[in-house]
């Protein structure tokens, strides 16, 4: 059974920073493609970070380019993201997402569509306070 578990979420104030992690059940984990998306209160969930299998691709959102730095250790079958510079409007719901594929070219298209994405886990909560 494919399980994504986020973990690392919590409360801080602006400037701040956190280092969200997705564990990931899925074998070979080195096979899929990952992605941060997030889903702020009352607003539809966006894709923020992805990265290719073999971690030679990322991509980022416009808003979050320079501050967040995804990651991937496949030894460990975690994803990571880095996330500095923290701003109120970071505030949302974090999820990790799986997709079985190589994307390097279409991982920013990919970011702007929940439909490619295979797997997705339970979300962790970050809260920036002003």
């Known amino acids: 059974q494919v399980q994504l578990v986020e973990s690392g979420g919590g409360s801080v104030q602006a400037g701040g920073s956190l280092r969200l992690s997705c564990a990931v059940s899925?074998?070979?984990?080195?096979?899929?493609?990952m992605g941060w998306f997030r889903q702020p209160p009352g607003k539809e969930r966006e894709g923020v970070a992805g990265?290719?299998?073999?971690?030679?691709?990322?991509s980022y959102a416009d808003s979050v380019k320079g501050r967040f730095t995804i990651s991937r250790d496949n030894a460990k079958n975690t994803l990571y993201l880095e996330m500095s510079g923290l701003k109120p409007e970071d505030t949302a719901m974090y999820y990790c997402?799986?997709?079985?594929?190589?994307?390097?070219?279409?991982?920013?298209?990919?970011?702007?569509?929940?439909?490619?994405?295979?797997?997705w886990g339970q979300g962790t909560q970050v809260t920036v306070s002003s």
């Open positions: 990265i290719s299998t073999r971690s030679d691709c990322t």
């Open positions: 997402a799986a997709r079985s594929a190589y994307m390097c070219s279409t991982l920013r298209s990919a970011l702007n569509n929940l439909d490619p994405w295979n797997y």
């Open positions: 899925v074998y070979p984990y080195s096979s899929y493609s």
